[in-house]
């Protein structure tokens, strides 16, 4: 394999905490040395423009099996490359759910067709169902890097305590949705004023932490390493600062879309603002950004959710939930970025290194014999969004039609190029 | 013209100047209504489909009425016998309904915001007939032709709403029509059926009812479903009848000429008593009825010309 040297950068070094000029070199698939002079290799130009480690994603829905005509594993994939993603993690909400060693070597021989690393979660009950646990041990094995029911929260906590109990022998992760279920059920809105006005079933923000309090016992009792999938309102930081300050194995995500907007987007019932946990108010949106300024937050997830136009074309109580997110991922977060709110190596903390770490896999870094799995995008090009030209299947983005800043130049997932943008 | 809307969504989008241009015509077909002879031609020609994905007497004939004494071809069609059972999308039916033709397109939905979605997909006028807790925006404006035929103004009244506040569209499109129209509102519920963040909207709230009627103008009833009666969000019929049902005791609290209002139908015993809903010289249930009728016809009358002059413009377009 040839050796390439990317010079002229500004690199983004999430774990050393840097934003500094400098630049790459990459041999094999892997990072070689930094600002090394003169090497011998392919030189690439950066032009002065940001590389960083290319984005690891916790909870990307793809329609397989079951649901390929809302996305594939190849659609995925390339719409991951134009969005900076070099490793998805794969959630296992899918039709059947990923519950059973032969689905998973299934989906895993699937996504060899995607440009980019793909990572499978597995169900941590059967069938999602919250009654019986999977075979976590023979799933491990077969990949699984983690285990998760995803948005359904079982009732069931004998099932659910055995299920993590048994994952703790085995130290694997179980990713959990923070949510009272049946505070939850039915609602598409956070209460308050808002909901009120539209005449939305709402449910309240304590749910989530009252899910997340539950979550923390639970860990607390079987000592099973854990993270909550979405912290979105306020009310759930003070226990889970609390819980990480008692020690235990805990870290939690929110998602991209929690951060970047609010309640009111939802304006006159626009359906491709409906989420899983509905969007918040304001104030809990800013909250939710300094918790991930200040670390009690630890993931930043897309949370891509494709859904077709009919399960969106439906009055708003009846319509799917979730948003396309992949490609839309990296300049929703340089939102952030230029709102002065996290700065771009803490950015990539939260979007690439620390899913990974808590994952167990080497990427998200720049330092040398990390994989070369890299991003290279300029924070300040302007752009239109237009959703028909994405490259997912389902074109459900909340931001059609918005001005967006950032645009990813190029993809490079071990070295080997997996995107360039056309106009760069 | 002063009443500018294109279809009648929810009094949320509509002026004070469009709501009282409303009014005033309403008042007109009250006349009208009263005659022997009560055919008017404005909608002559038109066709008026009152489509009902939730069972309803009231509002339907209501509609159905204005529409026939206005002229129009009126086509009723009910749930029952739709391709929605079928498994038809709510979009679908509008664009085969569309698809025919009609000039007025009057919907009720059970979910919020359905009559927003149908109308972004046909070409006619549309009228929420209700949708969910939403809006129901023709009951609001029969409410405020009651009280200021009742009251001779619809500004700077004492009102309260009281009852199942959480579950109402008549409630919420209310509470913004006469909040619009600048008059001092109270919600009188027990906590579980308030909505959360309604103290925002500039309301007093109350879960004591004679501490909310004291020195109202109005009082406005709600209807309770019969579902939400037993536990789940009220003890009991008889416990809300004691504490929320309106009788002459309680009602002595409010001002000595307050009018009592119902949307109807009426639970006798639940949440009003049932000669109390019969005093005429108290109750304006039947007149919101009557003024039902005729606010229909006036809102019918108005999107019928909008729709009119909007064609005309298509047409010299056209031409052009």
């Known amino acids: ?410 993809t490079w997932v071990a070295g080997t190029q997996v995107f360039a943008a056309a106009d760069a | 013209m002063a009443f500018r809307a294109r279809h009648l969504l929810g009094i949320e989008h509509l002026s004070p100047l469009e709501i009282t241009t409303v009014l005033d015509l309403a008042e007109r077909y009250v006349d009208l209504n009263r005659r022997t002879v009560k055919q008017s031609d404005v909608l002559a020609g038109m066709t008026q489909i009152n489509l009902f994905f939730e069972a309803s007497t009231r509002t339907q004939s209501s509609f159905e009425l204005a529409g026939k004494r206005l002229g129009a071809d009126v086509m009723n069609m009910s749930v029952a016998n739709s391709s929605v059972k079928k498994g038809e999308t709510l979009i679908d039916t509008a664009m085969t309904l569309n698809a025919m033709h009609p000039d007025l397109l009057v919907v009720r939905h059970g979910s919020s915001g359905a009559v927003n979605l149908l109308a972004q997909k046909v070409d006619c006028a549309v009228l929420n007939a209700g949708d969910g807790r939403h809006e129901h925006p023709t009951q609001a404006l029969l409410d405020a032709l009651t009280i200021r035929r009742a009251k001779g103004r619809i500004q700077r009244l004492t009102i309260a709403i009281c009852g199942d506040i959480a579950h109402s569209r008549v409630a919420r499109s209310n509470l913004i029509l006469l909040g619009k129209m600048e008059n001092r509102l109270r919600l009188i519920a027990p906590p579980t059926l308030m909505p959360s963040g309604v103290e925002d909207f500039g309301c007093e709230l109350f879960d004591d009812m004679r501490e909310g009627l004291k020195g109202a103008d109005v009082v406005m009833m709600l209807r309770l479903q019969k579902e939400r009666m037993d536990g789940g969000f009220i003890p009991s019929e008889r416990e809300y009848y004691h504490r929320y049902g309106l009788d002459a005791e309680k009602l002595s609290h409010a001002a000595p000429d307050a009018i009592v209002m119902h949307p109807g139908p009426m639970n006798r015993g639940v949440e009003i008593d049932g000669d109390l809903a019969d005093d005429i010289n108290r109750s304006v249930i039947q007149d919101q009825v009557e003024m039902g009728v005729a606010v229909r016809m006036a809102c019918m009358d108005l999107l019928a010309r909008n729709l009119r002059a909007e064609r005309g413009r298509k047409i010299v377009g056209m031409m052009a």
């Open chain 1, 1 to 410: 394999m040839t050796t390439i040297h990317f010079a002229n950068a500004r690199l983004i070094d999430p774990e050393a905490g840097t934003d500094a000029p400098g630049s790459l070199t990459v041999k094999d698939g892997v990072i070689l040395a930094r600002d090394e002079k003169a090497p011998k290799a392919a030189v690439i130009d950066c032009g002065g423009k940001c590389l960083a480690p290319g984005i690891v994603d916790l909870g990307v829905k793809i329609g397989e099996p079951g649901e390929r005509h809302r996305e594939s594993f190849g659609s995925a994939g390339a719409a991951a490359a134009a969005g900076g993603v070099t490793t998805i993690i794969a959630r296992p909400d899918t039709h059947p759910a990923i519950d059973t060693p032969e689905t998973l070597e299934f989906v895993t021989r699937r996504a060899a067709e995607a440009p980019v690393r793909i990572r499978h979660m597995a169900a941590l009950t059967k069938g999602r169902e919250g009654r019986e646990m999977t075979e976590i041990g023979f799933l491990r094995d077969a990949g699984a890097v983690a285990f998760t029911d995803v948005f359904r929260v079982s009732t069931d906590l004998k099932a659910i305590a055995r299920a993590m109990t048994y994952a703790r022998s085995l130290g694997a992760l179980v990713v959990g949705h923070p949510q009272d279920p049946s505070l939850s059920a039915g609602a598409s809105a956070t209460s308050g004023k808002f909901a009120s006005l539209r005449g939305i079933p709402a449910v309240s923000p304590i749910a989530e932490r009252m899910g997340l309090e539950r979550d923390l016992a639970l860990v607390e009792m079987t000592g099973v390493r854990y993270h909550a999938d979405q912290i979105t309102t306020a009310h759930s930081l003070p226990a889970l600062v609390r819980a990480k300050a008692a020690g235990l194995d805990v870290t939690a995500g929110t998602s991209i879309h929690h951060l970047t907007l609010n309640e009111f987007d939802v304006g006159d019932y626009r359906t491709f603002f409906k989420f899983t946990p509905p969007l918040r108010s304001e104030q809990d949106r800013l909250a939710i950004v300094a918790a991930v300024a200040d670390g009690t937050i630890d993931v930043i997830s897309s949370l891509h959710t494709p859904a077709d136009e009919e399960s969106k074309r439906l009055p708003y109580e009846e319509a799917a939930a979730g948003a396309v997110a992949l490609e839309t991922f990296l300049p929703a977060a340089m939102r952030l970025f230029h709102a002065g709110h996290l700065d771009l190596p803490a950015l990539f903390r939260a979007m690439a290194l620390n899913p990974a770490r808590r994952l167990g896999l080497p990427q998200g870094r720049l330092a040398p014999g990390a994989p070369a799995d890299l991003v290279l995008f300029d924070p300040d090009a302007p752009f239109l969004m237009d959703r028909f030209r994405l490259r997912s299947k389902s074109k459900n983005t909340p931001f059609d039609g918005a001005r967006m800043e950032g645009k990813v130049l190029g």
